[in-house]
């Protein structure tokens, strides 16, 4: 079933295809509203009063569109060539990437679920860039052997969260670049509690741990869609990871919380291209038993003064 939607939105034009997309959103959002409701708490949580109601419905709104455009692209990703990432990706910054390998210790690309994330990887993987990104095995069988045959066509590599830290060792050791997605919830042997949006949040400080491992660079990346187009705007900028504490664990929370306000500041430029979908702050609402740093300790107090469900 997946082949044969994949062979016919592949048929299409481009443009149609995009209309495909934009159904799907808007069938998603008003007949099949999966996680309609969880997308406007976390706005309101996030946002605590800045937007109204009507602003809240329309990034909700976006944020279907975006996901579900995305994943018609990524349907059509089979047939993905070199041209259309020429012609539809306008980058801004890959050489810091070159620099970065230039060193010959790999590359940390830090990211996150801003705008189409597939998409930002499997395009520069077709221009012959070496990226492996660190993502989740797709539990239903046919889906993943789909993803797994786009990643294939493009070049693209995985690395499986699961006992990963020496692959990941070793691509960088390989002069490769290890793509890292930071924006979703890190379970609690994974991730340290930050801050974001200013609510507890758990975020995998895995960048900030390799870079002092390995002493692979690391940039950050973000591309944005231009409107309901094709055409995406991807910037890479380098990240400089500081040492102002001189002990290798602090100073791996300074630059986790540091990578975090960088993320925060992608999503408030257009939060419609975010996903506001899943469960971001399991902390917020529920933070016990979590290692919280006493700087942050005011927002377990704000938890407990917030029901889950009460409009900030």
């Keep these: ?23 799907f959103g808007w069938f998603w959002y008003w007949i099949l509203p999966v996680g309609r409701a969880a997308a406007d708490r976390n706005l309101r949580n996030a946002y605590r009063g800045e937007l109204n109601r009507f602003q809240r419905r329309r990034i909700v709104r976006r944020c279907m569109d975006i996901q579900a455009i995305g994943g018609v692209e990524l349907l ?32 940390i690309v830090v990211t996150s679920h801003v705008g189409s ?4 990887a499997y395009s520069q993987t077709i221009l012959g860039f070496p990226i492996h990104g660190v993502v989740k095995n797709i539990q239903w069988k046919p889906a993943q052997a789909f993803v797994r045959a786009v990643r294939e066509h493009t070049g693209l590599g995985m690395i499986s969260p699961r006992g990963s830290r020496d692959v990941i060792r070793q691509t960088l050791a390989n002069n490769e670049i ?10 609690r042997y994974r991730g340290i509690v930050c801050e974001f949006f200013g609510m507890l949040a758990s975020t995998s400080p895995a960048p ?11 940039v950050t990346a973000v591309m944005y869609r231009r409107g309901n187009t094709s055409h995406f705007d991807m910037t890479v900028e380098p990240f400089e990871m500081e040492r102002p504490h001189g002990e290798l664990e602090l100073d791996i929370r300074h630059n986790t919380e540091r990578l975090n306000a960088i993320i925060e500041g992608w999503i408030r430029k257009d939060p419609g291209q975010w996903l506001w979908l899943h469960k971001r702050w399991k902390v917020q609402d529920n933070p016990e038993g979590w290692k919280i740093p006493g700087k942050l300790r005011h927002l377990v107090r704000d938890a407990k003064r917030s029901s889950p469900d009460s409009p900030l």
Aim: aromatic letters at 6%; proline letters at 2%; charged letters at 20%.
């Design 1 to 23: 079933m997946i082949l044969l939607l994949s062979r016919l939105l592949c048929a299409m034009p481009a443009g149609l295809a995009l209309a495909v997309g934009r159904f």
């Design 117 to 120: 994330i597939d998409l930002m």
């Design 208 to 218: 900030a741990r390799f870079h002092f491992e390995t002493g692979a660079p690391v």
């Design 178 to 187: 290890v793509a890292m997605i930071i924006d979703q919830h890190a379970n």
């Design 76 to 107: 059509r990703a089979v047939e993905y060539t070199r041209e259309q990432s020429l012609k539809y990706i306008h980058q801004t910054g890959m050489e810091h990437v070159d620099r970065a390998l230039e060193q010959g210790k790999g590359c």
